[in-house]
């Protein structure tokens, strides 16, 4: 198979990427490098993957209709697409509202357009996010809940996307699967998200800020757990359709676990040797207060087990960590 990943100089492009390779498919990796965080991670997380002909990339930005169109004339032996390219961030910072719009709106399109293109496609599998759930308080988050009332413009994109995926059923005869994503953490991650934010300021001894005491929780995914799932929904496409057109359906992909926050924290300290310092401060209104993942349906399909737990996948963590950043384990101080 010859299976198009966007994303792939991203954080869980990167291990699908690697993951795929390693059982002999060709891999066509598409990614823009944007420095949303630092570059250099980017392209090491290519360093590991180039070099084997059994993957390609070409930088590009899926919000640009003629690249993605080009990628669809040069590869039309493309067999399946999994799009991860996304503009990431519930709490945005610095980055402009229209960003999200254009990369994770017209993004997605544009990748719809592509497939519509290939004529050998048999799956389109993309990243949704469990923030389209925003404060709800029914807890495991299943996938027919209600999820119409976004906490942020990332989780409004994300939630569109799915809909624009469900309007091109009739348009598309390409299966689809969307996979809402819970909380993400391993090695050549993202550094903006909290694990790696606070590994790098607990060793320079800098504070770390926690929202109520780290009592929030979260539905913690390993990255390997991750990738199982991803590469079980490309295996088991949807075959039924209660209206006729082509299948398509959302899953929830997570740990079924949910930890607070504080644990995480606590995992970090004993994997680094080294004691947080902590500033406590209240949650703003826009924090959801706990996420937790019905997994289910994806269990059902594919056999998805998570097996990571959150203090040997932190343990993972780290150890890459310390050696990408070239620090030096220290004593733990009590």
Same mark, same amino acid.
């Given at each position: 198979?010859?299976?198009?990943?966007?994303?792939?100089?991203?954080?869980?492009?990167?291990?699908?990427? %690697?993951?795929?390779? !390693?059982? $002999?498919?060709?891999?066509?990796?598409?990614?823009?490098?944007?420095?949303?965080?630092?570059?250099? @991670?980017?392209?090491?997380?290519?360093?590991?993957?180039?070099? =084997?002909?059994?993957?390609?990339?070409?930088?590009?930005?899926?919000?640009?209709?003629?690249?993605?169109?080009? /990628?669809?004339? *040069?590869?039309?032996?493309?067999?399946?697409? %999994?799009?991860?390219?996304?503009?990431?961030?519930?709490?945005?910072?610095?980055?402009? #509202?229209?960003?999200?719009?254009?990369?994770?709106?017209?993004?997605?399109?544009? %990748?719809?357009?592509?497939?519509?293109?290939?004529? !050998?496609?048999?799956?389109?599998?993309?990243?949704?996010?469990?923030?389209? &759930?925003?404060?709800?308080?029914?807890?495991?988050?299943?996938?027919?809940?209600?999820?119409?009332?976004?906490?942020?413009? &990332?989780?409004?994109?994300?939630?569109?996307?799915?809909?624009?995926?469900? *309007? &091109?059923?009739?348009?598309?005869?390409?299966?689809?699967? $969307?996979?809402?994503?819970?909380?993400?953490?391993?090695?050549?991650?993202?550094?903006?998200?909290?694990?790696?934010?606070?590994?790098?300021?607990?060793?320079?001894?800098? #504070?770390?800020? @926690?929202?109520?005491?780290?009592? @929030?929780?979260?539905?913690?995914? &390993? +990255? =390997?757990?991750?990738?199982?799932?991803?590469? $079980?929904?490309?295996?088991?496409?949807?075959?039924?359709?209660?209206?006729?057109?082509?299948?398509?359906?959302?899953?929830? %992909?997570?740990?079924?676990?949910?930890?607070?926050? +504080?644990?995480?924290? *606590?995992?970090?300290?004993?994997?680094?040797?080294?004691?947080?310092? +902590?500033?406590?401060?209240? *949650?703003?209104?826009?924090?959801?207060?706990?996420?937790?993942?019905? +997994?289910?349906? @994806?269990?059902?399909?594919?056999?998805?087990?998570?097996?990571?737990?959150?203090?040997? !996948?932190?343990?993972?963590? /780290?150890?890459?960590?310390?050696?990408?950043?070239?620090?030096?384990?220290?004593?733990?101080?009590?």
């Amino acid at each position: 198979m010859t299976i198009l990943v966007t994303g792939a100089a991203g954080f869980i492009g990167h291990h699908v990427s %690697i993951a795929l390779r !390693g059982r $002999g498919e060709r891999v066509i990796g598409v990614d823009s490098l944007t420095d949303f965080y630092e570059v250099r @991670l980017k392209h090491d997380r290519l360093a590991c993957l180039e070099g =084997d002909a059994r993957f390609v990339f070409h930088k590009g930005d899926v919000a640009d209709a003629v690249f993605t169109a080009q /990628v669809a004339a *040069a590869y039309p032996e493309i067999t399946a697409v %999994i799009h991860l390219a996304a503009q990431p961030g519930v709490r945005p910072g610095n980055v402009p #509202p229209q960003t999200y719009v254009r990369t994770n709106l017209l993004g997605h399109l544009n %990748i719809l357009e592509l497939v519509r293109a290939l004529r !050998g496609c048999r799956h389109l599998v993309y990243a949704s996010s469990s923030s389209v &759930y925003g404060s709800s308080s029914r807890l495991p988050y299943r996938e027919d809940d209600r999820a119409d009332a976004p906490m942020s413009l &990332y989780a409004a994109t994300k939630r569109s996307d799915e809909l624009i995926s469900h *309007a &091109y059923r009739g348009q598309l005869d390409v299966p689809q699967t $969307g996979l809402r994503f819970f909380t993400v953490y391993g090695p050549w991650g993202r550094p903006d998200m909290a694990y790696f934010r606070f590994a790098r300021k607990i060793l320079k001894k800098q #504070p770390i800020t @926690l929202f109520d005491g780290g009592r @929030l929780k979260r539905d913690f995914t &390993y +990255i =390997d757990d991750i990738v199982a799932g991803i590469l $079980g929904c490309l295996d088991h496409p949807p075959t039924e359709s209660p209206d006729g057109r082509t299948p398509s359906h959302v899953l929830n %992909i997570g740990n079924h676990d949910t930890q607070p926050v +504080i644990a995480l924290v *606590a995992s970090l300290e004993n994997a680094l040797g080294q004691r947080a310092v +902590i500033v406590d401060v209240p *949650a703003p209104v826009t924090e959801v207060s706990e996420t937790f993942a019905d +997994i289910s349906a @994806l269990m059902a399909l594919t056999g998805f087990a998570p097996r990571t737990k959150l203090v040997d !996948g932190i343990e993972r963590f /780290v150890a890459w960590f310390e050696r990408w950043e070239g620090v030096e384990r220290t004593a733990l101080r009590r």
